[in-house]
């Protein structure tokens, strides 16, 4: 594995640790207003990586096989949006602003939920950064190094709002900011863990590489519909959730078109 490719599993990481240390600085958690705000610009930059950095890859993996070509992204996006249910059913977990945890009943701690539910979404960005780094090692997937580098930045860019909804409201439930900076931290430390292992898996597995591709895309995609979505649609002026996920998507197509 490269120094490149190593650096570039490394990014999203980052983003979410830089969004962390706002805890540190900030004496209030953020406002109901700006958690949608920032949760709908993540929401437009995850749809944005699933469409440009990933599905499309993987149907232009998939020409040879003519007008079936789109069945690799229908499948593999199929299985990923089925693998993050299976995760959503059995890992115990608690949305942000949410009063009843999910997944299976435990005696978890309502911050310790917390920090899982997060943890739950970074997975699927973890396996997308992944899967793209492996596309482009194996140099089958039509993926730049370009690309790659722009699903990384566009992830981390959308990990540092996510930092910051993480770290502050654990300190509101009553973490010290130390331990909320922490937690908020190893939240991300998932990412990098999962491309890893996707990086693994996938070069054994090159010649179903557009079906990595796409069921990372599906498992993005069930984040965005399940979770932030309605996080961002809460309460009035959910309008504002709207703006910034349309930002959120012109900017990562804009970082995809740009540097692949």
């Not at 005696?107 to 539910?117: C, D, G, K, N």
């Amino acid at each position: 594995m490269t120094a490149e490719v190593v650096l570039g599993l490394l990014i999203p990481f980052a983003g979410t640790t830089a969004g962390s240390t706002c805890v540190l600085f900030m004496r209030k958690t953020l406002s109901r207003q700006v958690q949608r705000a920032l949760t709908g610009f993540a929401a437009g930059v995850m749809v944005a990586a699933s469409i440009w950095s990933l599905l499309i890859p993987a149907m232009h993996r998939s020409e040879g096989m003519g007008k079936l070509a789109f069945v690799p992204a229908v499948v593999g996006f199929a299985l990923g949006v089925g693998f993050l249910l299976l995760l959503d059913s059995v890992i115990p977990h608690l949305h942000l602003n949410a009063e009843k945890a999910e997944g299976v009943k435990s005696r978890l701690a309502r911050t310790t939920m917390m920090v899982l539910a997060v943890t739950l979404h970074n997975i699927p960005e973890g396996m997308a950064v992944g899967v793209v780094y492996a596309g482009m090692l194996s140099g089958s997937a039509q993926i730049t190094a370009g690309g790659a580098l722009a699903l990384a930045l566009g992830i981390a860019i959308q990990n540092f709002p996510e930092g910051a909804i993480i770290s502050m409201p654990l300190h509101a439930e009553g973490k010290s900011k130390s331990k909320s900076f922490l937690y908020g931290m190893l939240s991300g430390a998932v990412e990098p863990v999962a491309a890893i292992v996707t990086i693994l898996a996938a070069e054994m597995l090159v010649p179903v590489m557009p079906y990595l591709l796409s069921f990372a895309a599906g498992a993005m995609m069930y984040v965005v519909v399940e979770e932030l979505i309605p996080e961002m649609s809460q309460g009035e002026h959910s309008n504002l959730g709207v703006v910034m996920f349309a930002i959120g998507f012109l900017l990562m197509m804009a970082l995809d078109v740009t540097l692949g």
